[in-house]
């Protein structure tokens, strides 16, 4: 079995490596990893094992090292696919809308954002069709989390609020 072999161009130690793996994304990680272990003189084939990665990979790996180190490891090209609906700076549109009701923007005033709203809204606002499920998704890559409306009563009276829960807890003591 042929040996791996490190050229190492920025002539980085083990421990510049692994200060640079815990910099790096999770999922990149394991490119570092699998140079640290040939630094340290493993084979590949012991090195696939413990990364549960194909030979092959390692042997990549080891490539880019080799032919422009850690950028060149650590570089993840574009994927392929359709590109998204909407640009960015409409995604961003779409941010600052959320932020005002949806009576605010033309539609009823018994009505709260959710997905079919804002599918609704994006479909007269650009033209672009999404489903509910389309609209969720593309919520949660721009970091939007789900929250069940709440009700805040206008005409609340706090005094009243506050005798009620003293209330209430004498009645659990009693109990």
């Given at each position: 079995m042929r040996k791996l072999h490190l050229n190492n161009p920025q002539n980085l130690t083990i421990e510049d490596l692994n200060k640079i793996k815990r910099e790096t994304p999770y999922k990149l990680r394991c490119?570092?990893?699998?140079?640290?272990?040939?630094?340290?003189?493993r084979q590949a084939k012991q090195i696939a094992?413990?990364?549960?990665?194909?030979?092959?990979?390692?042997?990549?790996?080891?490539?880019?090292?080799n032919e422009g180190g850690v950028e060149k490891l650590l570089h993840?090209?574009?994927?392929?696919?359709?590109?998204?609906?909407?640009?960015?700076?409409?995604?961003?549109?779409?941010?600052?809308?959320?932020?005002?009701?949806?009576?605010?923007?033309?539609?009823?005033?018994?009505?709260t954002w959710n997905c079919k709203?804002?599918?609704?809204?994006?479909?007269?606002?650009?033209?672009?069709?999404?489903?509910?499920?389309?609209?969720?998704?593309m919520l949660l890559k721009m970091d939007f989390r789900y929250n069940r409306p709440t009700y805040v009563l206008a005409k609340a009276d706090p005094e009243k609020q506050k005798a009620f829960q003293d209330e209430l807890e004498e009645l659990k003591k009693s109990h």
């Open positions: 490119r570092v990893q699998a140079v640290i272990l040939v630094m340290k003189g094992e413990y990364l549960d990665i194909s030979e092959q990979t390692i042997r990549k790996y080891v490539a880019y090292f993840v090209s574009k994927k392929p696919g359709r590109p998204p609906r909407l640009t960015n700076e409409q995604k961003e549109e779409v941010k600052e809308v959320l932020k005002q009701s949806p009576s605010e923007v033309g539609f009823s005033t018994h009505t709203t804002l599918a609704a809204y994006i479909h007269d606002t650009y033209g672009v069709k999404y489903t509910s499920d389309g609209v969720w998704r």
